[in-house]
C-alpha cells in the first residue's frame, strides 16, 4: 500500500496517515491478506507451499507471517493429496515409468511448488495408488 501511495505521488506523511487510518478499520492486515491470498491459490490453481511462499514476498509480506499461514494450511498430508489430486488431473492417463513423462510431471508439480519429498512420495508408485 505505501508503495502504490508513493508512486501516485504522496507525501509521506500522507502515506502514514493513510496507513494508519486503514489499519484503524482493519483494512490492512497482513496476515489476514496472506492466508486469504494462499487458501485461494492453493484451491484454485493448485499451488503447493513453495509457490505460494514466494508470491507472498513479492507482495511484501513478513517471512513470520508466512511461514505461520503455509504451516496452517500446508500440512504434509494435505500438501500431498493437493499434489496428487492435480497430478491426477493433468496426466490422468500418462504412464509415469516413461521418463519424458515422469520429468514433465516432475517439472510440472516443482513449478506449482511442491517439495521434492511430496513429489517423490507421490511418483515412486503409481498415481492411483495410496502407497
Not at 489499519?23 to 489476514?32: L, P, V, Y
Not at 509415469?96 to 515412486?124: D, N
Request: include cysteine.
Amino acid at each position: 500500500m505505501k508503495n502504490y501511495l508513493r508512486r501516485r505521488g504522496a507525501t509521506d506523511a500522507v502515506v502514514n496517515a493513510t496507513i494508519e487510518k486503514l489499519r484503524g478499520f482493519n483494512f490492512i492486515n497482513d496476515e489476514t491478506f496472506a492466508r486469504n491470498w494462499a487458501l485461494s491459490r492453493a484451491q484454485s490453481q493448485g499451488y503447493g507451499p513453495g509457490k505460494i511462499e514466494q508470491e507472498l514476498k513479492t507482495k511484501g509480506v513478513i517471512d513470520a507471517v508466512i511461514r505461520a499461514v503455509v504451516k496452517e494450511i500446508f500440512d504434509q498430508e494435505d500438501e500431498e493429496n493437493r499434489a496428487r489430486k492435480i497430478l491426477k488431473k493433468k496426466f490422468s492417463s500418462d504412464n509415469f515409468h516413461e521418463p519424458r513423462v515422469m520429468r514433465r510431471a516432475v517439472a510440472f508439480l516443482q513449478r506449482r511448488g511442491y517439495s521434492s519429498k511430496v513429489i517423490f512420495t507421490l511418483l515412486r508408485c503409481p498415481i492411483d495408488d495410496n502407497c
